[in-house]
């Protein structure tokens, strides 16, 4: 206990009681000695007031300058300076009695007793969180009270001796309790301390986890959204308009194809720089995923006022990136939308960027287009099939009919290929392609998906109960059914549930599956499927974006050629020469070849001399509903037989 080294904390206290320390023993030390020096003892007084007083200046200035110093250790130098300091302070306390008391000079005893008493407590609490300089500074100064009683030969010299060493006693107990208090408090705030940083590290580190891309470090889309709900609630409240832009860099799947992954990242950092470097800080920026950006322009709430800015974002992405000792130009499209004016909803903004984008990107890309009248009118007609695409899920109006697939070598029937329908309440027919992509854009595509797997699934149990061989069942899979494959995945488990797997069901994708944004999983995705058993058929094949470099990466089963090269087959030589090209593509990966709208003879007999594998199309049949398929599935069983 005696060699407790004290702590930068112990030593912050007793810099910071000096001062006051010295104040209060400067003042007690002017009260004794104006008192004194009414008595014949001036040159004493004298010096031990300007004692005091000096050693309270020098001890006050060491006590600021002190103050100024951050102490993260203390030294055993140190401790032993603070010791001597506190042994010297006491020093003209110690000398007082033995003037006064032990030599018998002027001065009262009992005022000399009761000042350094007072001198005692005050010091020792003054050093409480310095326990060994604290019982230096007492037993300096008790020593000073024994010895001079003793030397005066004072009759009382034995009583005092045993009443300064209990006194003495209970100061240091005081003086070590009081200091361990304190350490333990110092210990407590500082595991509070430690317990608060750390929850406010976990805090931030979630908040970033939660709302920060890892790639860019702008916001995510979670947090984006949250803003743009914020910025929409702000303008109904005060009536200040602003903009959205949603960006989308020009062939970026390109820069993936050809150097990675990781150079793609590279370039989508070097993206979110030059956002932030030509955008005020008030404005928001994201990335949504993938290769899209949006920015929330704070203080734009004019058509007028987007254009320069547009224009300033694309110039600066002109420029060539830099990056890993390659060159290449990100370009980029943009669709904006103004707040109130284009709408008053983040979904209904969204949306509308979202289709302004889409339609600068139709429109040669490296451009900004703003939602127009145009595409105004295309939402309302929109929101009138969306309107009636909602009623009919919720009735009969969906159906499924089926097209059948056959073997062009031998006529034997393979499958067929489910296509959904849609007859309005008026008898109005809704073509697939129009009602599909609604379907996508207002979020209702999981619910029809559904609802045409779940009519499959009991078609398929039905013609199974009845003893019929359907084949295999190619079941449409959206782009969009894609980007959200845990849906995919679920509707695949409902199949496997009731029985049905990859020996009933062919899974039919388009180019749009692995092109475009949101697709990154996609080769993954497909990989688990085939993985499972399902063969996967390659809708409208050279008709998309996709390269021959897609086609490798895709797990194949067939390609289907679109029914736009089949109809000029007979008078076309450039037709002819793209069915015999991709009928060799086929028969060199070993997959098949299906060919889709074969009306004729003359058609399935130039396909034949072509090498394509499989017809489909009205030659043979029209698309019909489940229980005329069996009835075809009857008739060509009968026939096979």
């Known amino acids: 206990m005696l060699t407790k080294h004290p702590s930068p904390e112990d030593v912050s206290s007793v810099v910071q009681g000096t001062s006051v320390g010295a104040l209060v023993a400067a003042l007690n030390a002017m009260i004794y000695g104006l008192e004194t020096l009414r008595q014949d003892d001036h040159t004493f007084v004298a010096i031990w007031l300007g004692s005091v007083l000096a050693l309270g200046f020098a001890f006050s200035r060491m006590s600021r300058r002190a103050a100024g110093r951050q102490v993260e250790r203390v030294s055993a130098r140190a401790a032993r300076r603070l010791i001597l300091t506190s042994v010297l302070f006491a020093v003209p306390w110690a000398v007082l009695p033995l003037h006064v008391i032990g030599l018998h000079q002027i001065g009262e005893p009992l005022v000399v007793l009761l000042v350094c008493s007072g001198m005692l407590a005050g010091g020792v609490f003054m050093l409480h969180r310095a326990f060994v300089a604290a019982v230096a500074f007492q037993a300096t100064i008790l020593a000073a009270v024994i010895v001079s009683f003793h030397l005066g030969g004072w009759p009382q010299a034995w009583s005092v001796t045993l009443y300064a060493l209990l006194y003495g006693a209970f100061l240091a107990y005081f003086s070590y309790r009081t200091g361990e208090t304190a350490r333990q408090r110092d210990d407590s705030l500082a595991a509070?301390?430690?317990?608060?940083?750390?929850?406010?590290?976990?805090?931030?580190?979630?908040?970033?986890?939660?709302?920060?891309?890892?790639?860019?470090?702008?916001?995510?889309?979670?947090?984006?959204?949250?803003?743009?709900?914020?910025?929409?609630?702000?303008?109904?409240?005060?009536?200040?308009?602003?903009?959205?832009?949603?960006?989308?860099?020009?062939?970026?799947?390109?820069?993936?194809?050809?150097?990675?992954?990781?150079?793609?990242?590279?370039?989508?950092?070097?993206?979110?720089?030059?956002?932030?470097?030509?955008?005020?800080?008030?404005?928001?920026?994201?990335?949504?995923?993938?290769?899209?950006?949006?920015?929330?322009?704070?203080?734009?709430?004019?058509?007028?006022?987007?254009?320069?800015?547009?224009?300033?974002?694309?110039?600066?992405?002109?420029?060539?990136?830099?990056?890993?000792?390659?060159?290449?130009?990100?370009?980029?499209?943009?669709?904006?939308?103004?707040?109130?004016?284009?709408?008053?909803?983040?979904?209904?903004?969204?949306?509308?960027?979202?289709?302004?984008?889409?339609?600068?990107?139709?429109?040669?890309?490296?451009?900004?287009?703003?939602?127009?009248?145009?595409?105004?009118?295309?939402?309302?007609?929109?929101?009138?099939?969306?309107?009636?695409?909602?009623?009919?899920?919720?009735?009969?109006?969906?159906?499924?009919?089926?097209?059948?697939?056959?073997?062009?070598?031998?006529?034997?029937?393979?499958?067929?290929?489910?296509?959904?329908?849609?007859?309005?309440?008026?008898?109005?027919?809704?073509?697939?392609?129009?009602?599909?992509?609604?379907?996508?854009?207002?979020?209702?595509?999981?619910?029809?998906?559904?609802?045409?797997?779940?009519?499959?699934?009991?078609?398929?149990?039905?013609?199974?109960?009845?003893?019929?061989?359907?084949?295999?069942?190619?079941?449409?899979?959206?782009?969009?059914?894609?980007?959200?494959?845990?849906?995919?995945?679920?509707?695949?488990?409902?199949?496997?549930?009731?029985?049905?797997?990859?020996?009933?069901?062919?899974?039919?994708?388009?180019?749009?599956?692995?092109?475009?944004?949101?697709?990154?999983?996609?080769?993954?995705?497909?990989?688990?499927?085939?993985?499972?058993?399902?063969?996967?058929?390659?809708?409208?094949?050279?008709t998309g974006h996709a390269s021959l470099g897609d086609l490798k990466k895709v797990p194949v089963a067939e390609l289907k050629i679109d029914r736009s090269f089949i109809a000029g087959l007979c008078f076309r030589r450039a037709d002819r020469a793209i069915v015999a090209a991709i009928a060799e593509i086929a028969r060199g990966m070993g997959i098949r070849s299906v060919a889709e709208g074969v009306e004729d003879a003359d058609q399935r007999a130039m396909l034949v001399d072509l090498g394509v594998d499989v017809g489909q199309g009205y030659l043979w049949s029209s698309p019909m509903d489940a229980a005329d398929f069996a009835r075809f599935l009857l008739r060509d069983a009968r026939r096979s037989g």
Not at 413 to 440: H, K, Y
Not at 455 to 484: E, F, M, Q, Y
Not at 506 to 534: K, N, P
């Open 192 to 542: 509070l301390s430690r317990a608060v940083d750390s929850l406010r590290q976990a805090r931030d580190e979630n908040y970033l986890l939660a709302n920060i891309d890892d790639t860019t470090g702008l916001l995510n889309r979670k947090a984006f959204n949250a803003r743009l709900a914020e910025a929409v609630a702000r303008q109904r409240g005060c009536g200040h308009g602003f903009a959205l832009l949603l960006m989308d860099l020009d062939r970026f799947k390109n820069v993936n194809d050809l150097f990675g992954h990781g150079f793609g990242d590279e370039l989508l950092t070097e993206i979110a720089r030059r956002l932030r470097a030509n955008l005020p800080e008030g404005d928001v920026i994201a990335r949504l995923g993938g290769d899209e950006f949006a920015v929330i322009l704070a203080e734009v709430g004019a058509a007028a006022q987007i254009r320069p800015i547009a224009d300033r974002l694309l110039a600066a992405f002109e420029p060539p990136a830099h990056l890993a000792g390659r060159r290449v130009h990100p370009g980029a499209s943009i669709g904006a939308v103004i707040c109130p004016e284009d709408g008053a909803d983040p979904v209904e903004l969204l949306l509308k960027a979202d289709l302004a984008l889409n339609r600068a990107k139709e429109s040669g890309r490296g451009q900004c287009l703003l939602f127009n009248e145009q595409l105004r009118k295309r939402v309302i007609e929109s929101d009138r099939i969306e309107a009636g695409l909602r009623e009919a899920l919720e009735g009969e109006q969906l159906y499924v009919q089926y097209q059948p697939k056959i073997a062009l070598g031998d006529g034997r029937l393979l499958g067929a290929e489910a296509l959904v329908r849609w007859r309005r309440a008026d008898g109005e027919e809704i073509a697939p392609d129009s009602f599909l992509t609604i379907a996508a854009e207002r979020g209702l595509l999981p619910n029809l998906s559904r609802r045409i797997a779940e009519t499959v699934a009991a078609d398929l149990l039905g013609w199974r109960g009845a003893g019929l061989a359907p084949g295999k069942i190619a079941l449409n899979i959206h782009p969009d059914d894609i980007k959200s494959p845990e849906l995919l995945l679920d509707t695949i488990a409902m199949f496997e549930a009731a029985g049905i797997d990859g020996r009933d069901l062919l899974l039919e994708i388009t180019e749009g599956c692995f092109v475009g944004r949101g697709t990154d999983m996609t080769i993954s995705l497909l990989d688990s499927l085939a993985d499972r058993g399902y063969e996967l058929s390659l809708d409208d094949f050279g």
